[in-house]
């Protein structure tokens, strides 16, 4: 809690205003999120879905026995089974995710599922990686980060992330990861300002979130959802724009919005081959293959480290 406030307090007196979007996800947000990844507009999720289905068996030689699936912000954990499904004599599954609550429930759930699967579920978050257990089983270690959520983080946060992972997975690891590709303006901003609003709603809630637990005292009706495309930088940028000027109280803090001016929420930024070999590079990881979707397209790239 103290956490939050503090980014709030950081990321409203910056010019211009932002927020990590690492808030987002309370239960509410995790909800809304869910409901975002099934609208027909968003198509990250089943494209990726589809085509990691296609792709592991390709895959599944380099994997090996007893290997060790550890996957970064898993969720609820529903691509995963894919994974869980169709490699076999996996020795274990480590998710880890910032919510605990989230955490949790998924574990139990693959429990009932998947009883004979050693799961080990470890609270974390992107900006501070935790250790894995000693006690792992010794197979190789296989990254997981789908849904292009490397995409959200800023190019240098998004390299401390990758040489993080290859640390904590090691030498003999392999990594898959979800990345968007650039593609039209008209579909990117659809499948970020939905026409039933559910997006909006998903960002919306992060004011609702502040005025909850915080105290915030944000007319939500001042504001409204806006998803741009830059083509500068290759990302979609989501804000929240107040509609007025308006002054935000927070633990005696005044925050001031003229009209038009935006608080910035999240960057979901897009890739090409050459984004993502420059990326992965740079944190660490070599590129050993990157499998396309159809269109609306995705990749899921495999990486393995560094010589």
Do not use: C
Request: proline share 5%; net charge negative.
């Amino acid at each position: 809690m103290q956490t939050f406030r503090s980014d709030l307090i950081e990321g409203l007196s910056a010019s211009p205003k932002s927020l990590s979007p690492k808030w987002f996800y309370d239960a509410e947000g995790s909800r809304l999120f869910e409901q975002i990844t099934r609208l027909e507009e968003y198509y990250p999720t089943r494209q990726e879905t589809a085509l990691l289905r296609q792709t592991i068996p390709f895959w599944l030689d380099l994997i090996g026995p007893e290997a060790v699936l550890v996957e970064l912000g898993s969720g609820a954990s529903e691509k995963t089974r894919i994974l869980l499904d169709a490699i076999a004599g996996l020795a274990a599954y480590v998710p880890l995710d910032i919510s605990e609550t989230a955490l949790q429930a998924a574990a139990s759930a693959l429990r009932a599922d998947y009883p004979h699967l050693d799961i080990r579920p470890v609270p974390g978050d992107f900006e501070t990686l935790p250790d894995l257990p000693d006690d792992l089983p010794s197979g190789r270690r296989i990254g997981f980060f789908p849904g292009s959520t490397i995409g959200n983080l800023d190019r240098d946060a998004a390299i401390k992330l990758l040489a993080a992972s290859r640390r904590m997975l090691g030498r003999n690891s392999l990594f898959i990861l979800g990345v968007d590709l650039i593609k039209d303006r008209e579909t990117l901003e659809a499948a970020y300002d939905d026409a039933q609003g559910v997006t909006s709603a998903f960002n919306m809630n992060l004011l609702h979130r502040a005025n909850r637990e915080l105290g915030t005292d944000f007319d939500t009706n001042s504001f409204r959802h806006r998803a741009i495309w830059n083509e500068a930088e290759a990302r979609i940028e989501m804000h929240l724009e107040s509609l007025r000027d308006q002054t935000i109280k927070l633990d005696g803090h005044r925050f001031r919005f003229r009209a038009g001016e935006t608080l910035h929420t999240e960057n979901s930024r897009k890739f090409d081959r050459e984004r993502v070999v420059a990326l992965a590079e740079a944190g660490g990881w070599s590129l050993v293959e990157m499998r396309v979707s159809t269109s609306p397209y995705v990749a899921l790239a495999l990486l393995r480290p560094k010589e």
